[in-house]
Nanobody, 128 residues
Framework: EVQLVESGGGLVQAGGSLRLSCAAS????????IGWFRQAPGKEREGVSC????????YYTDSVKGRFTISRDNAKNTVSLQMNSLKFEDTAVYYC?????????????????????WGQGTQVTVSS
């Protein structure tokens, strides 16, 4: 059974940092792209960052470039999102997901509809 479990969310003041982690199981983790998404109340889910399974390609949405860093540890089946200089508008539920169409591919998508399996999400709240 494919499982993705996020952790690391919480309440932080603007300007602070959080590190989210996503632990994966039930599939060959290093063969597939992983993405981080977020959804704020009343808004659509948006792609935050993704990491391909080959070639180490990463992408970020413009609003987080220079502040967030995605990394993956294939030995531990985890992907992390280091979030620095947090802003009030980063407040959302953050999800990790995996895209089974990216088997050993040097690509990843920022489109939520491309992803097949999702974690339950972790709440990030940034106070202004």
């Amino acid at each position: 059974e494919v499982q993705l479990v996020e952790s690391g969310g919480g309440l932080v003041q603007a300007g602070g940092s959080l590190r989210l982690s996503c632990a994966a199981s039930g599939f060959t983790f290093d063969d597939y792209a992983i993405g981080w998404f977020r959804q704020a109340p009343g808004k659509e889910r948006e792609g935050v960052s993704c990491f391909s399974s080959r070639s180490g390609l990463t992408y970020y949405t413009d609003s987080v470039k220079g502040r967030f860093t995605i990394s993956r540890d294939n030995a531990k089946n985890t992907v992390s999102l280091q979030m620095n200089s947090l802003k009030f508008e980063d407040t959302a539920v953050y999800y990790c997901a995996t895209d089974f169409a990216t088997f050993r591919a040097s690509r990843c998508s920022m489109y939520s509809g491309a992803y097949d399996y999702w974690g339950q999400g972790t709440q990030v709240t940034v106070s202004s």
